[in-house]
Protein backbone atom coordinates (compact mmCIF):
# COMPACT_ATOMS: atom_id res chain seq x y z
CA UNK A 1 0.00 0.00 0.00
CA UNK A 2 1.33 3.30 -0.75
CA UNK A 3 2.12 5.75 1.90
CA UNK A 4 0.53 9.13 1.53
CA UNK A 5 2.28 12.37 0.53
CA UNK A 6 4.03 14.55 3.02
CA UNK A 7 1.93 17.52 3.44
CA UNK A 8 -1.39 14.81 3.52
CA UNK A 9 0.05 13.51 6.56
CA UNK A 10 0.71 17.32 8.06
CA UNK A 11 -3.43 18.20 7.17
CA UNK A 12 -4.98 14.86 8.95
CA UNK A 13 -2.56 15.14 12.13
CA UNK A 14 -4.00 18.28 13.82
CA UNK A 15 -7.67 16.72 12.43
CA UNK A 16 -7.08 13.38 14.03
CA UNK A 17 -6.00 15.52 17.38
CA UNK A 18 -9.52 17.33 17.07
CA UNK A 19 -11.32 14.19 16.88
CA UNK A 20 -9.37 12.64 19.96
CA UNK A 21 -10.02 15.33 21.88
CA UNK A 22 -13.89 15.43 21.02
CA UNK A 23 -14.30 11.89 21.61
CA UNK A 24 -13.11 12.02 24.70
CA UNK A 25 -11.50 9.06 26.80
CA UNK A 26 -12.01 5.51 25.88
CA UNK A 27 -15.63 4.15 27.74
CA UNK A 28 -13.58 1.38 29.41
CA UNK A 29 -11.16 3.72 31.14
CA UNK A 30 -11.29 2.95 34.69
CA UNK A 31 -10.12 6.34 36.46
CA UNK A 32 -12.74 8.01 38.27
CA UNK A 33 -13.33 11.93 37.11
CA UNK A 34 -13.56 14.68 39.52
CA UNK A 35 -15.70 17.34 38.94
CA UNK A 36 -14.34 20.42 38.33
CA UNK A 37 -14.38 23.14 41.20
CA UNK A 38 -17.74 25.52 41.12
CA UNK A 39 -17.84 28.72 42.96
CA UNK A 40 -21.82 29.07 44.52
CA UNK A 41 -23.50 32.08 43.11
CA UNK A 42 -23.86 34.93 45.46
CA UNK A 43 -27.65 36.09 46.39
CA UNK A 44 -27.43 39.28 44.38
CA UNK A 45 -26.35 37.43 41.42
CA UNK A 46 -28.92 34.84 41.21
CA UNK A 47 -31.70 36.82 41.75
CA UNK A 48 -33.88 38.97 39.05
CA UNK A 49 -33.15 42.36 38.16
CA UNK A 50 -29.62 42.34 40.64
CA UNK A 51 -26.51 43.49 39.37
CA UNK A 52 -24.65 41.02 38.41
CA UNK A 53 -20.93 41.36 39.88
CA UNK A 54 -18.39 42.42 37.87
CA UNK A 55 -15.35 41.18 35.71
CA UNK A 56 -12.26 41.67 37.00
CA UNK A 57 -9.16 42.19 35.02
CA UNK A 58 -6.54 39.65 34.92
CA UNK A 59 -2.72 41.19 35.32
CA UNK A 60 -0.94 41.18 31.66
CA UNK A 61 -4.72 41.57 30.14
CA UNK A 62 -6.98 43.86 29.08
CA UNK A 63 -9.55 44.78 31.39
CA UNK A 64 -12.81 43.54 30.51
CA UNK A 65 -16.39 44.88 31.10
CA UNK A 66 -19.93 43.01 31.14
CA UNK A 67 -22.42 43.58 28.29
CA UNK A 68 -25.18 45.23 29.69
CA UNK A 69 -28.55 43.17 29.79
CA UNK A 70 -31.38 45.64 28.04
CA UNK A 71 -34.65 44.85 26.82
CA UNK A 72 -35.01 42.40 23.72
CA UNK A 73 -36.35 43.76 20.52
CA UNK A 74 -39.25 42.28 19.66
CA UNK A 75 -39.08 41.12 15.77
CA UNK A 76 -41.09 43.45 13.57
CA UNK A 77 -44.68 42.66 12.79
CA UNK A 78 -45.04 40.87 9.53
CA UNK A 79 -47.28 42.91 7.05
CA UNK A 80 -49.34 39.92 5.86
CA UNK A 81 -49.96 36.71 7.27
CA UNK A 82 -47.61 33.96 6.42
CA UNK A 83 -49.16 30.73 4.35
CA UNK A 84 -47.53 27.50 4.61
CA UNK A 85 -45.68 26.28 1.30
CA UNK A 86 -48.35 24.33 -0.43
CA UNK A 87 -47.43 20.46 -0.21
CA UNK A 88 -47.78 17.27 -1.84
CA UNK A 89 -50.21 16.21 1.15
CA UNK A 90 -52.91 18.51 1.70
CA UNK A 91 -55.30 18.23 4.36
CA UNK A 92 -58.42 15.64 4.62
CA UNK A 93 -61.69 16.75 5.15
CA UNK A 94 -62.94 15.74 8.59
CA UNK A 95 -65.38 13.40 7.49
CA UNK A 96 -62.17 11.39 5.31
CA UNK A 97 -60.53 8.14 7.21
CA UNK A 98 -57.26 8.91 6.07
CA UNK A 99 -55.14 5.50 4.43
CA UNK A 100 -56.20 3.04 6.91
CA UNK A 101 -58.01 -0.55 6.35
CA UNK A 102 -62.06 0.01 7.32
CA UNK A 103 -62.99 -4.02 7.88
CA UNK A 104 -66.97 -4.07 7.11
CA UNK A 105 -68.34 -7.50 8.33
CA UNK A 106 -70.91 -8.90 6.18
CA UNK A 107 -72.50 -10.67 9.47
CA UNK A 108 -72.46 -7.70 11.72
CA UNK A 109 -73.69 -4.54 10.09
CA UNK A 110 -76.39 -3.21 8.23
CA UNK A 111 -75.42 -2.42 4.77
CA UNK A 112 -78.63 -0.62 4.23
CA UNK A 113 -77.17 1.93 6.75
CA UNK A 114 -73.50 2.11 4.91
CA UNK A 115 -74.50 4.75 2.05
CA UNK A 116 -70.59 6.44 1.78
CA UNK A 117 -66.93 6.27 3.15
CA UNK A 118 -64.18 8.62 2.31
CA UNK A 119 -60.54 6.90 2.38
CA UNK A 120 -57.32 8.72 1.83
CA UNK A 121 -55.29 7.45 -1.39
CA UNK A 122 -53.95 3.46 0.08
CA UNK A 123 -56.78 3.43 2.29
CA UNK A 124 -58.37 -0.58 2.44
CA UNK A 125 -62.22 -1.19 2.26
CA UNK A 126 -61.99 -4.88 3.93
CA UNK A 127 -65.00 -7.05 3.18
CA UNK A 128 -65.09 -10.18 5.39
CA UNK A 129 -67.76 -13.04 4.78
CA UNK A 130 -68.33 -12.81 1.49
CA UNK A 131 -67.93 -15.15 -1.55
CA UNK A 132 -65.18 -14.73 -4.70
CA UNK A 133 -66.63 -12.72 -7.55
CA UNK A 134 -69.49 -11.12 -5.33
CA UNK A 135 -68.64 -7.96 -4.67
CA UNK A 136 -68.05 -5.29 -7.82
CA UNK A 137 -66.67 -1.77 -8.25
CA UNK A 138 -67.63 0.89 -11.34
CA UNK A 139 -64.09 2.08 -11.60
CA UNK A 140 -61.57 -0.79 -11.45
CA UNK A 141 -58.78 1.98 -12.60
CA UNK A 142 -58.73 3.46 -9.42
CA UNK A 143 -58.87 -0.03 -6.96
CA UNK A 144 -56.43 -2.59 -6.42
CA UNK A 145 -58.51 -6.19 -5.33
CA UNK A 146 -57.28 -9.20 -4.06
CA UNK A 147 -59.86 -12.20 -2.15
CA UNK A 148 -58.82 -14.81 0.12
CA UNK A 149 -60.66 -17.08 2.45
CA UNK A 150 -63.90 -15.45 2.32
CA UNK A 151 -62.31 -11.95 2.20
CA UNK A 152 -62.30 -9.08 -0.43
CA UNK A 153 -59.18 -6.46 0.25
CA UNK A 154 -60.08 -2.40 -1.88
CA UNK A 155 -57.38 -1.07 -2.30
CA UNK A 156 -58.28 2.80 -3.34
CA UNK A 157 -55.07 3.36 -5.20
CA UNK A 158 -55.99 6.65 -7.34
CA UNK A 159 -58.02 10.01 -5.78
CA UNK A 160 -61.93 9.71 -7.44
CA UNK A 161 -64.94 8.28 -6.40
CA UNK A 162 -65.53 4.80 -6.91
CA UNK A 163 -69.02 2.69 -6.17
CA UNK A 164 -68.60 -1.06 -4.20
CA UNK A 165 -71.38 -2.83 -4.99
CA UNK A 166 -72.28 -6.05 -2.42
CA UNK A 167 -74.98 -8.26 -2.95
CA UNK A 168 -76.59 -9.60 0.51
CA UNK A 169 -79.68 -12.03 1.20
CA UNK A 170 -80.79 -10.81 -2.65
CA UNK A 171 -80.54 -7.63 -2.35
CA UNK A 172 -77.64 -4.75 -3.73
CA UNK A 173 -76.08 -2.54 -1.51
CA UNK A 174 -73.83 0.33 -3.40
CA UNK A 175 -71.49 2.64 -1.11
CA UNK A 176 -70.14 5.43 -2.43
CA UNK A 177 -66.82 5.76 -1.64
CA UNK A 178 -64.53 9.18 -1.83
CA UNK A 179 -60.73 8.29 -2.36
CA UNK A 180 -58.87 11.76 -1.84
Known amino acids: MAEPPRR ?3 RAAPALAALAVLAGP ?6 PVSPLPVRPP ?5 TL ?6 ITAVPGTSTGTRPSRGPVPSP ?3 SRPVRP ?13 GAV ?3 LVLAETELALLKSLCFATGGVLRIRGIGPGLVTVDRADLVSRSYEAGVVDIRFVRTGTVVVTIPQDGRTYPITVVVV
Do not use: K, Q
Not at 26 to 31: G, Y
Not at 85 to 97: D, M, Q, R
Open 49 to 54: GAAAPP
Open 8 to 10: CRR
Open 76 to 78: PPR
Open 101 to 103: RYD
Open 85 to 97: PASASTPLPSACL
Open 26 to 31: PACADR
Open 42 to 46: TPAAS
